[in-house]
């Protein structure tokens, strides 16, 4: 029986797909269980009202690993040669095939397995052995990421190496030959998969679930029908989080090479008004050191969408819809999209060490005077520029970077803070203002990027000193912040609340555990006087 892959509005309905997010929305978590990561959910078309039945939550790898006699032609059909995990359903074309398909394949199995001293299984009787409102378990399944790791590894294997093929490029990466009307392989033109396949079915290109089960698991499969060591078949494998984590990792990673730049301009063509192209141009480039983002990401995708072309190629400047009309000058300053520039940097500003002072920071206030950071005003030749003239821009963009500086000079920067304008039941807090200061400039040392945006005099010092300009000698506190509590709580917190809420907020973000929130004795010596008067103390 030939499977058709093209779309079809059965195929699109009963798609199957991953239950996670389905059954997190359950919140059943209440079962003895252990967690699965391999839990599918067979569901009925959405267009059909008030089914008779409930969906069926199938427990894929608990099927396989009881059925050790069969393989995947149990249940799914081949063609050309691979299992094809989108299943036999593609051909049913109603709602009473369906059941009909599925209780044959899945009863007939059952009553076999029944017939025989094995344990008893679901049967046609029994509709809610199956059949249920909500998954009685708990699912823990984690998307893959085929990351620079297991592509390096994919890439040197010697399992899958090809005749004549230096690396393994052509045993996964293709485009469809319109001219043949089959799948080919063309070197220096390997593209991310989901490039072609998305998200569903479209256009006889298998969804993105599909392609790689199909590409994957058949290949994994092959392997090991071969007595060769291979990467998982089965469900948890790949997606339970304790199985994932032990998969090898390797930590020293050539570069990829897929002709990309080692460093790019990125800059538009300024031209007048009028369209004539000015003789000298006053523009704000930016030089991308593609080398060192590379090293930082674990996927091409992370920065490109689906395709590895240039930014500029969808992202213009009066917008594309290949873009999604979104702006070249957007795609680089949205804050909320992780494949923008500002966006990645605003995502690792709040981890780690640096969320200390980030978490407490407005998008306004770590925004101030950042542009300069990447972008350098020049007086330029008129646009366009050669290449050779590119690639001096960049060159000169790179050499103008200052090196990182410290903060102001020793003699400017407090040994000791103490804080002592609310003193009640505690004395003042005596803040070691000086060491706060040196372990932010160690932490910064440790990153690039840190040192990159943290370059200026007082920079690090925003992180406390909010709302006020860079300065060796900066507004107390108490200047924007009174004793009285706010009547309207949108307004700024009274002194007390933004003295807890900066200190503690900066510990619980960095995860420092020395210093509990809840032990006020650590950071305040008990009152003296207060400590003669415990029934006082007891009653405020």
Known sequence: MRVSIKVSIVSVLFLIVVGICALQATGVMNSNEPKR???????????????????????????????????CSGCHQKKENKYQFDGMRTQVKSYDELMTYYHELCIGCHQKKQSSTEKTLPTEASCRGCHKEEFSGIVDFKPITFNRSLHYRHEQSESIKQPQQEKNCAVCHHEFDEIQKKLIYTQGKEGACRHCHLKETKDNVRNMQSGSHESCVNCHNALSQKKIASGPITCSGCHDPEEQAKIKQMTSI????????????LASQIQLASGQQAERIAFMPVAFDHVLHEQKMDTCHQCHHSSMEGCSKCH???????????????SMHLPESDRSCIGCHKKASQEGACAGCHSQMTAEEMSKGQCENCHVQLDMPSAPLTEEG?????????AKRQNPVETYDETKIPTEVKIDGMMNEYEGVKLPHAKIIHALEKSLLKNKMTLFFHRNQGTVCLGCHHHSPASSNPPPCASC???????????????????????????????????????????????AENLQQPEKNEQR
């Open 254 to 265: 050539p570069r990829l090479q897929r002709n990309q730049p080692d460093k790019v301009l």
């Open 390 to 398: 590119r690639l001096n821009v960049l060159d000169t963009l790179i």
């Open 481 to 527: 912040h009174g004793k009285a509590s706010q009547s309207n709580a949108s307004e700024r917190p009274n002194l007390k609340a933004a003295y807890h809420g900066q200190c503690m907020g900066c510990h619980d973000k960095m995860n420092i555990q020395n210093v509990k929130s809840t032990d006020c004795t650590v950071c305040h010596l008990k009152r």
């Open 316 to 330: 213009t400047l009066s917008g594309d819809k290949k873009g999604n009309f979104v702006l070249l000058s957007q």
């Open 37 to 71: 990561s391999d839990v599918i959910k067979i569901a009925l078309p959405s267009d059909i009202k008030n089914p008779e039945m409930p969906p069926v939550y199938f427990k894929h790898d608990m099927h396989t690993t009881q059925l050790p006699d069969t393989d």
